[in-house]
């Protein structure tokens, strides 16, 4: 029997050859420049490291996430770990 996601959602990450990554389930991007993605994703944070690392497709209504370039290594972070608050999400906390 198959336990369901935590909070309901579904995450993938299908890397091609090294050099094509697509997500889906992202519900926000923390941070990106050639060398490291931080994205948060309905099961927590992920990190993508690599080398010329840039996004070609970012949809956050459909939760997807293509990125292209030389990927090293994808981290995952603690699954409680959630995208921090803005400030206008603290407003109506």
Known sequence: MQQEPKQGGIHHAILENRNRLLLTG?????????????????????????????????????????????????????RDKQAPLTMLGRLFR
């Not at 991007?29 to 490291?49: K, M, N, P």
């Not at 690599?50 to 292209?68: A, D, F, T």
């Open 26 to 78: 992202i519900t926000e991007i923390d941070s990106f420049d050639e060398r490291a993605v931080v994205v948060y994703t309905q099961l927590g944070e992920l990190t993508i490291l690599g080398r010329n690392l840039h996004m070609n497709q970012m949809s956050l209504e459909s939760g997807e996430v293509s990125i292209e370039g030389d990927v090293q290594a994808l981290r995952y972070g603690d």
